[in-house]
């Protein structure tokens, strides 16, 4: 089945830093998503995406659909404590509607 | 707007009884619906997913089963629980170009 291998699994930075993270496929799909994800409740959508080449923002997040529809990025600026968290990308395959997760990066912010 | 309802929020159950999950979704029609678990720590692994009623797709072979007897509801289901059947599981719909929204979700434990 198609597998989402996210990196880094998880990153501890310090407030104000950028943080980057990223999503590859072994096959293409139609719609990237990134979510977020706090303790004890659902993933939230943060930003979808859904053209090859296409940068979206949303507020301090930007991220992009790779060319190949194989990847797709996440970054965040100037991160601040409330970032804390797992964020997820997620891919979906129009033809089957099947949305399948990445492994997940897991975000610490220290002071 | 569209919301999305899973219940219970917690779950006990003893090894060998019965499950049953539910999850409605109210203010669209002909939704894609999926079932997630994820254990402690870790991503979103696909259970089922249905694109209409009576239509389900398994992604894992295991002691789950899910309906979808009507087309905003979502149903998992076990005959005979196993302890490795413990997790978060978590209910979420999508449209036509796959952007998800999730349930609060319902913390499984199996004893």
């Known amino acids: 089945g198609q597998q989402l291998n996210q990196s880094p699994q998880s990153m501890f930075i310090q407030e104000g830093e950028d943080v980057s993270m990223n999503c590859t496929s072994s096959?293409?799909?139609?719609?990237w998503l990134w979510y977020k994800q706090e303790p004890g409740e659902g993933p939230v959508l943060l930003i979808a995406?859904?053209?090859?080449?296409e940068l979206t923002s949303n507020g301090r997040l930007t991220a992009q659909f790779g060319i190949t529809r194989k990847d797709s990025f996440l970054n965040i600026s100037a991160s601040i404590p409330s970032d804390v968290g797992i964020y997820f990308c997620?891919?979906?395959?129009?033809?089957?509607?099947?949305?399948?997760f990445g492994t997940g990066t897991r975000l610490q912010v220290t002071l | 707007s569209q919301t999305i309802h899973q219940w219970p929020a917690t779950l006990v159950q003893p090894v060998g009884s019965p499950l049953s999950l539910e999850c409605t979704v109210e203010?669209?029609?002909?939704?894609?619906l999926y079932w997630y678990r994820q254990a402690a720590g870790r991503g979103l692994q696909l259970l089922f997913y249905?694109?209409?009623?009576?239509?389900i797709s398994s992604e894992v072979p295991q002691n789950l089963s899910a309906s979808r007897p009507q087309d905003r509801q979502f149903i998992l289901s076990s005959k005979k629980l196993l302890l490795s059947d413990s997790g978060f599981y978590l209910c979420?719909?999508?449209?036509?170009?796959?952007?998800?929204?999730f349930g609060q979700g319902t913390r499984l434990t199996v004893v």
């Open positions: 979420a719909w999508s449209g036509a170009v796959g952007e998800a929204f």
């Open positions: 096959s293409i799909f139609n719609t």
């Open positions: 995406l859904y053209k090859a080449g």
């Open positions: 997620a891919g979906f395959t129009g033809t089957a509607s099947k949305l399948t």
């Open positions: 203010g669209t029609s002909n939704p894609n």
């Open positions: 249905s694109v209409g009623i009576g239509q």
